[in-house]
């Protein structure tokens, strides 16, 4: 682990703490999440290009997508337990997550030429990416929540996530496999060091949104909750 990753987790898993203090903050977080499964890979593995796939792709994407829709169905059914609330879909990503989303379509655009298989191999590339970095997030979150000592149904609803996640993850590597030729195999390690870049870029600034995230609402709840939430616990991560 590099000093900026480090960082970043020191940042990042006393936000995830600083949330989970209230179920106010626990929902912020898996509405993050909800906005992900909901738009995120849509915007990328819904390309009409993958119309077009080969149909063994075309059937994982079926299933990928099934995945994905499942998902938002427990985040949203746990957010509504906190909440009380139905969460409604918004029809729209956040600014940055836009943001980066369009420098994402630029790049798979550019570098489609590359490869016989189009603009296939971009797409999918990114979405390799982008479920590693999910597999990331929340491998991170369900570490947090084990060291809490506490069962909780955000646990098991994110341990069954990060298993389908890892499961993504490793059928993106298995299609790129089949579709990348051997002489297209620096080109794509060039186009996966590129998504990585700009991955790496907007990380930074997600750590930092989380992280005024949670001490916000942590701020913001009543001060006995919050004499609680720091009080000395034996089952509490030590960082």
Known sequence: MNVRDVVLEAIKRPALRALHATPRGEAAILRVYLEGE?????AVLMDPVTETSPPWLARWLVKHRADEARHAGMLRARIRTLTG?????????????????????RLAENCA????????????AIAWRMEQMGVKVFRRHVDVLR??????????L??????????????CERALGRLVTAPEQNDLAMLVFRIDRIERAFGVLGAAVLFTLGVTLWLVQPLSARASSTSPSPTRAVT
């Open 38 to 42: 909901e738009h995120a890979e849509r």
């Open 147 to 156: 060291a809490r000592g506490t069962p909780t149904p955000t646990l098991h």
């Open 158 to 171: 994110l341990e069954k996530i990060l298993k389908d996640e890892r499961g993504h993850v490793a059928a």
């Open 113 to 124: 030429p590359r490869f016989a298989a189009g603009l296939l191999v971009p797409i999918l």
């Open 85 to 105: 609330r139905a969460q409604v879909a918004t029809g729209g990503m956040d600014p940055i997550s836009r943001w980066k989303m369009r420098r994402l379509a």
